[in-house]
Each structure stands twice: as structure tokens, then as C-alpha cells.
């Protein structure tokens, strides 16, 4: 019954040329310009592959007997050991081009890391927490340590960070595309029309979800391949990433209709969906990348648009990723909620007239 | 002649203002039935309800000899309902407007197609079918308004002010149409400020004040109760002794 009220609607949105620019244009010129500006900071954290790290100790250190075991460890995760005098780690580091330098006490140990080489140091902290955490527990010997995807050091630069990055934002801006449809109802009481031909509030609904989902997706998806095609963004998992995409782009679209069917007003809705996606977007990594930034994890965590964000990077740069199923689940629990109360709202302000 | 639609203690409320006052209609089928009023005397919240757009506080909706409220579902595809507003998308060509809202009554594929055109040809607007509602004239958006209303074959079709703000030949027009409509069959209750249209086509008139009927009948039968001499006075100036001349601002 709503296939053509559907299909209409799509229409509508699809052909207005503002959405075109707004979802296609958009997202390829903002991730052109942010990739651009950004990419010495991304630079400077490449991925790491082998590397020499010297190292000293004294006589008297308690780690003496750990050494051997250690210096295998590191050559089976690419990182070199080379002994040097104690008290020389700077000069070493300077002198010898090395990438990180460890020095042995009596019972301690500290790193020094090169500021021109920032993902080895990481490397070499996180192999040195790793090995004497197992030490202190006593099972070295049976230890397996592996350095493969060490999420502190992403191998990621600005073009595919942005790139993707964009695509979500402008997935959650996803109401804007409807606007005009909205608009365009209010003026002319189609809603009026539609209840007399015995619409349910459900299936009015879904006849501006469906539709806006479509566009926006549409839409996306095109400034997606013009990502890949003019900048070189790299998806990873492209099925996967379609599944996030889609996922959140439903999840926005559902968040943004409940929105106008709270404040009966276009305006209203676009303004509170873009204040609360800016600040989502500015804790959970759209503009600072959440690689870099200072927020605390548990802050970023509440942020939907952080899961998005962060299973799609790593499916780019490492091709899997932790936070996949959350950047899935939490869209759908936050179309669950929208939708169920978008219909209830509209339903009960029918009852009310 | 068969009932078709009867509003029975009709009543709306708005605080603590009545809008519509226990009203009883009866429209008979086949006719073209004139609901009348000034600003304000409820004649839009009548409309709605017979709508089912708004739930009266009291009273109901007999369409088809069945409560409307509780048979929306069977009923529904029977009533067509032209709004005062221009109830049509400016960014759809007409032909997806029409087919838009003739869908919606469960009509697709090939029949879909046929009432398409049926509709645009009613109207006289098949050769603009292809060209966006949004650049049509006043005249030709209200004919198209009248398209999306028509093509599930209602067998009663309301014209909410069909003819606000459109020149002579579009207004002419649309009355030859509901003329024409009332002689395949449909029944139209017609709402307007315009006394001589409602003249000219209404079968029978209900003049509407403070919420309630304060006279009906044909055209004459009104004339009668302020004038013996029937050619001497117009509906105009029946309605104003009916309604009094003072303004009526809301």
C-alpha cells in the first residue's frame, strides 16, 4: 500500500539538489581538505616495522637473567636489541640512529623513545610492559608475546582516516536530506491527506524512513566510491563497512524523524540533530582523530558515532576490528528506541485531536 | 433517497469553547450538499470529523449506514477528500502526484496506470502530466489537488473551498467538474464563501453558525425564510440576515 508513497517520497529527496551536494559533494571535499591539512600529524604515526633499540644494564641488576629471553622476544617482533654502556641511552640514541633505548637498574627499567619516532618508542613500551608483566607472574618462559596490531600505533594515514570518517558524519546529519519532504508536508497538511486515506501513523513512518535511508545510503555510497576513486580511500572489509554504514545511516534517520515528530518543526530538528552530532562527533573523533585525542576513553565510549568511527578505521588499516559489533548493535538499539517512539508520539497526538 | 452520510449529536470542544454543538446532518446520495458558514462557525472541525481527521467529543459519524470511527479501514476508500491547501508535492510531476495518492487506496500495476490517466484527463491536465507541480499555475495545481482526490472512484467526495484564489475559467471549470462527478454518481458536500457557486450547484444548503445548523434546505427554501419574493434576494444576503454583518475575527 506505501510501495509508491515510497518510492514518491525517494524521489522527492533524491531530487533536490541541495541533498546532492550536501551527501555526495560534501563528504569528498571536506575529507580532500581535513586529509590534506592533517596528514604530517597522521605521518609521523606509521605503522613501525623492524628497528634497532639499544639497551644497557648493570652488573647488579635483578633482570641480568631475563636478558637473553628478552632479546628473542623482540627478534621475533621485529625490534633488535644492541647492548650499550650504562648511561649513555641519549647519546646512544643520537649517535647510533637508534629508535628507542632501555635502561636496566637494579630492579627497574626505563625507555627512552625518540620524538622522531614516536610509534617505535610505543613499540618498545608496550613490548617492555608486556614482557615484564609476564615476568612478574612468573611464567616467561611459556609466554607468547606478539606485536601485530597494537592499537595505540595506527597504520592509518589522513587520506583513508577522513575519508572515512566524513562518510559517517554526514551519515548521522542523515534528517537534512528529508527537510525538503518535511517542509514541503507541513506546508501543504499532507499528513492530513494520507490519515484520511487510513494511514496508520506506522505506516507514515516508514514511508519517510524507507526513503530517506535509500537517498541518504544512495547518496553516501556514491561520495564513497568518489572517496576511493579521487582521494584513494581504502574500506578494508567492504561488506562490513556497509553493514556499520548502513546501520548508523538507519540509526541516524530514525533519531532525526523522532526528533520532528517531538518538535513538529523542521528547523527545530535539523538544529538539535546538528548540536548533539557536533559535540558526538567532536568527543568520539570526526574532527580530532580519536587516535590523538586527549578525551578520557570512557567519555569517547558513550559517543555512538566513536564506535562507528573506530570499527571503520581499523577495518581500513588493519581489516578487523573489535568495536564491529557495537558499531552494528547500537545503531539498531537506537532505531529500536526512535522508531518505537516516533510512532507512539504521532499516534498519541492522533488520539489527542 | 438513501442515506449516505449523517453526523449524529456531532460535538467538538476546544477549552472550554464549543466549536460544534451537537449536529445533526444527513446527507442523502446523489446530492450536492452546500455546508455554509462565517469564519469560525465550525464548519472545518465539521469537516475533520466526518474526516476522521479529529475525534469528536461526543456524537459520531454514520457513512454508509455504519459508524465511520470504528470501520475506518472498510469505509475509507469511499470518501475522497479535497483540502483547502494545496495537498500536493511541487518536486513530483503531476502524473506521480496523482499516482502518489490514488495508491494509497490499495489501486496498482495496470489499473493503477488507467486511473492515472483517467484522472489527469478529468482535470484536463494530460498534457502537462509530465511536467513538476510545482511550476503550474494556481489554477492548475487546484485541478490537480481534485486529481489525487478522485482516482479510487469515491462515492463521496468533499470539496473543502475548492475554489480560493483561481481565476474565472479554472473556477468554472471545477463546478462543471463537480457537476459532472454528481451525475456519474458520486455525492459531494461543498464548502465555500463564494454564494453563487454554492447557488449554482448545490442541490441543498446548511447555513452553519456557532457551531450548530441554523437552516437548510435548497436554495429557494433558505430565499423563503427572509424573503416571499424569491427573485429579490440572493443567498448572499439570506446567509448575512441569517449570520448577521458584524465581522467575525478569530
Excluded at chain 1, 207 to 233: E, K, M, Q
Excluded at chain 1, 321 to 343: K, L, R
Excluded at chain 2, 19 to 44: M, Q, R, T
Excluded at chain 2, 115 to 134: F, M, P, W
Aim: some cysteine.
Amino acid at each position: 500500500m506505501i510501495r509508491y508513497l515510497i518510492k514518491n517520497n525517494f524521489k522527492i529527496m533524491f531530487r533536490n539538489g541541495v541533498n546532492l551536494i550536501i551527501y555526495i559533494i560534501g563528504p569528498v571535499i571536506v575529507s580532500a581538505v581535513l586529509s590534506s591539512a592533517f596528514s604530517a600529524i597522521f605521518e609521523s604515526y606509521e605503522g613501525a616495522s623492524e628497528f634497532k633499540a639499544g639497551y644497557s644494564i648493570e652488573e647488579d641488576s635483578n633482570l641480568y637473567p631475563y636478558i637473553d629471553t628478552l632479546k628473542d622476544i623482540g627478534e621475533e617482533n621485529g625490534v633488535y636489541f644492541v647492548e650499550y654502556e650504562p648511561g649513555t641511552a641519549e647519546e646512544s640514541v643520537r649517535g647510533y640512529d637508534l629508535r628507542g633505548f632501555v635502561e636496566f637498574g637494579p630492579d627497574s627499567y626505563t625507555v627512552y623513545k625518540s620524538n622522531d619516532y614516536q610509534t617505535e618508542g610505543a613499540v618498545l613500551e608496550y613490548l617492555m610492559n608486556t614482557f615484564f608483566t609476564a615476568m612478574i607472574s612468573g611464567d616467561i618462559e611459556n609466554t607468547e608475546i606478539r606485536i601485530e596490531h597494537p592499537d595505540y600505533a595506527p597504520a592509518i594515514d589522513s587520506t583513508d582516516y577522513y575519508g572515512i570518517i566524513y562518510i559517517i558524519y554526514f551519515g548521522w546529519l542523515a534528517i537534512v536530506c528529508a527537510a525538503g519532504l518535511l517542509s514541503n508536508e507541513r506546508k501543504h497538511n499532507i499528513p492530513e491527506r494520507l490519515q484520511v486515506s487510513n494511514l496508520s501513523a506506522f505506516q507514515i513512518y516508514m514511508s519517510r524512513l524507507v526513503p530517506l535511508v535509500c537517498s541518504v545510503g544512495l547518496s553516501l555510497g556514491i561520495a564513497a566510491v568518489c572517496n576511493s576513486l579521487l582521494l584513494g580511500v581504502h574500506w578494508g572489509n567492504i561488506i562490513l563497512s556497509s553493514v556499520i554504514v548502513l546501520a548508523l545511516i538507519v540509526a541516524a534517520s530514525s533519531f532525526g524523524l523522532m526528533l520532528y515528530e517531538f518538535t513538529n518543526s523542521t528547523v527545530a530538528a535539523i538544529f538539535i540533530a546538528f548540536a548533539l552530532i557536533w559535540t558526538m562527533g567532536f568527543i568520539g573523533g570526526t574532527f580530532e582523530s580519536y587516535i590523538m585525542s586527549s578525551m578520557p576513553e570512557w567519555l569517547k565510549h558513550l559517543m555512538p558515532i566513536y564506535h562507528s568511527n573506530r570499527a571503520l578505521v581499523e577495518l581500513s588499516s588493519m581489516g578487523k576490528s573489535d568495536y564491529v559489533i557495537s558499531a552494528i548493535t547500537i545503531p539498531c538499539a537506537i532505531t529500536a528506541v526512535c522508531s518505537a517512539m516516533s510512532v507512539g508520539v504521532a499516534g498519541l497526538r492522533r488520539r489527542v485531536r | 433517497m438513501e442515506t449516505i452520510l449523517k453526523t449524529v449529536d456531532l460535538t467538538k470542544r476546544y477549552d472550554n469553547r464549543t466549536v460544534v454543538d451537537n449536529l445533526n446532518l444527513e446527507i442523502k446520495k446523489g446530492e450536492v450538499f452546500g455546508l455554509l458558514g462565517p469564519n469560525g462557525a465550525g464548519k472545518s472541525t465539521t469537516m475533520n470529523m466526518i474526516c476522521n481527521l479529529i475525534k469528536p467529543d461526543f456524537g459520531s459519524v454514520e457513512f454508509m449506514g455504519k459508524d465511520f470511527r470504528k470501520n475506518k479501514r472498510e469505509l475509507s476508500g469511499k470518501l475522497g477528500y479535497i483540502p483547502q491547501h494545496l495537498a500536493i508535492h511541487g518536486n513530483l510531476k503531476a502524473w506521480e502526484n496523482v499516482e502518489l495518492f490514488t495508491s494509497l487506496y490499495g489501486i496498482k500495476g495496470s489499473e493503477l496506470k488507467k486511473r492515472i490517466d483517467e484522472s489527469l484527463e478529468y482535470v484536463g491536465l494530460s498534457e502537462r502530466r509530465n511536467d513538476y507541480a510545482k511550476t503550474f499555475s494556481g489554477g492548475m495545481k487546484r485541478r490537480l489537488n481534485i486529481a489525487c482526490a478522485i482516482g479510487h472512484h469515491p462515492e463521496l467526495i468533499i470539496f473543502d473551498e475548492p475554489t480560493v484564489g483561481i481565476d474565472p475559467q479554472s473556477r468554472n471549470f471545477i463546478l462543471e467538474k463537480i457537476r459532472e462527478s454528481n451525475k456519474n454518481g458520486a455525492t459531494v458536500i461543498y464548502t465555500s464563501h463564494y454564494m453563487e457557486e454554492v447557488e449554482a450547484i448545490c442541490t441543498r444548503i446548511a447555513i452553519m453558525d456557532n457551531g450548530k445548523v441554523i437552516a437548510s434546505g435548497t436554495s429557494e427554501e433558505l430565499k423563503k425564510l427572509v424573503s416571499d419574493d424569491v427573485n429579490s434576494i440572493t443567498l448572499e444576503e439570506v446567509f448575512l440576515t441569517l449570520t448577521g454583518k458584524k465581522l467575525r475575527d478569530l
